[in-house]
């Protein structure tokens, strides 16, 4: 039986999340406004509109959404191109992956620009088949629609496939689809570590178990 993986970016492939838990907060600060002290967990699990539009209302922003993304795009990007690290050996365990002809995509909440161009810099754009993005799927990860269109590119079905990630909501989501799971340990989601554990399949606290993971997941069928 065939097998696919569906991989989170922040969090699970690249150790970016801190950029992600200020990003709110440092935007604000450069026009002068002071953030509220949870703004980066209340942002975590909006996408990219969603949260200008949240920003927007909350502080009286006199900008639209579309100027509010740019910014925040802006403030970001450079990171994702010069400088986002992948966490360690999560590329081995891709390499190993593909070397054993296992359909990869990407389901994430960050821009396509963003993600692209850390994963050229990083040579990994060539594994997987496509890039899925909440953004221009129109929903966040608590919706399907994002997992569903990664099943489709890699026509496998929910038992065949894998989700790895890092987020809760989102293992929430591909759990009622059907969809297999591995908690990713990230400190960013240190609160939800206990029901990460109990949702997923496989919890791993890091890469590292690279070698017998592969293994784990095709003893558990």
């Known amino acids: 039986m065939s097998t696919g993986f569906?991989?989170?970016v922040d969090g699970t492939i690249l150790d970016s999340m801190g950029i992600w838990m200020n990003?709110?907060?440092?935007?604000l600060k450069d026009m002068g406004i002071k953030a509220e002290s949870n703004l980066g967990e209340i942002l975590f699990e909006m996408t990219m509109n969603e949260g200008a539009e949240?920003?927007?209302?909350?502080y009286n922003l006199n900008l639209t959404t579309e100027e509010i993304c740019t910014g925040i795009n802006n403030r970001v990007y450079k990171f994702y191109e010069k400088e986002a690290m992948p966490?360690?050996?999560?590329?081995?365990?891709?390499?190993q992956a593909y070397e054993n002809k296992i359909p990869m995509t990407i389901a994430t909440s960050t821009d396509r620009p963003m993600i692209e161009a850390a994963f050229k810099r990083l040579h990994i754009d060539k594994y997987f088949k496509k890039i899925f993005t909440t953004t221009e799927v129109g929903h966040g990860k608590d919706k399907p629609d994002i997992f569903i269109k990664a099943m489709e590119e890699m026509e496998t079905t929910p038992k065949q496939t894998w989700l790895f990630e890092d987020g809760a909501y989102s293992i929430e989501t591909a759990k009622q689809l059907g969809?297999?799971?591995?908690?990713?340990?990230?400190?960013?989601?240190?609160?939800?570590?206990e029901k990460i554990r109990n949702l997923t399949n496989i919890y791993i606290k890091n890469w590292t178990e690279h070698k017998t993971l592969l293994n784990q997941i095709q003893n558990n069928k």
């Open 54 to 58: 949240y920003i927007q209302k909350k």
């Open 23 to 27: 990003v709110g907060e440092l935007y």
């Open 179 to 193: 969809i297999k799971t591995i908690g990713i340990y990230d400190p960013a989601s240190e609160k939800d570590q």
């Open 87 to 95: 966490k360690p050996k999560v590329i081995d365990f891709i390499e």
């Open 6 to 8: 569906i991989f989170d």
